[in-house]
């Protein structure tokens, strides 16, 4: 089993950068990948970015060149580094991890395709304008 807790967030300007950080604990060797996912009042989940096990990130098209994701293997912390942070960004933001093989293609960023067992409760983002 593996565990998850999200941290950070909180509320900022537009155009303002925050963090948000989820701490894995448990069976984490048998993960493959993590990622972020956010889902908005009134949306669907959305993936944000993934990492998976080799190294290989994923990014959605309208975070790409303002998230970064990373991964801190000594603490098992998945961090997601956002800058240019826009109103729309405005979200509960959710890490994921998924126990059965993933290299992190396309499909990793929908999880109405690509099935992920574990999921934090979520930190809130939310952007001003």
């Known amino acids: 089993q593996v565990q998850l807790m999200e941290s950070g967030g909180g509320s900022v300007q537009a155009g303002g950068s925050l963090r948000v950080s989820c701490a894995a604990s448990g069976d984490t060797v048998s993960i493959y990948c993590m990622g972020w996912f956010r889902q908005a009042p009134g949306k669907e989940r959305e993936g944000v970015a993934i990492k998976a096990s080799d190294g290989t990130t994923r990014y959605a098209e309208s975070v790409k060149g303002r998230f970064t994701i990373s991964k801190d293997i000594t603490e098992n912390t998945l961090v997601l580094r956002m800058n240019l942070l826009k109103p729309e960004d405005t979200a509960m933001y959710y890490c994921?991890?998924?126990?059965?093989?993933?290299?992190?293609?396309?499909?990793?960023?929908?999880?109405?395709?690509?099935?992920?067992?574990?999921w934090g409760q979520g930190t809130q983002v939310t952007v001003f304008s």
């Open positions: 994921a991890a998924r126990n059965s093989y993933c290299r992190g293609g396309p499909s990793s960023l929908d999880p109405r395709v690509f099935f992920y067992e574990h």
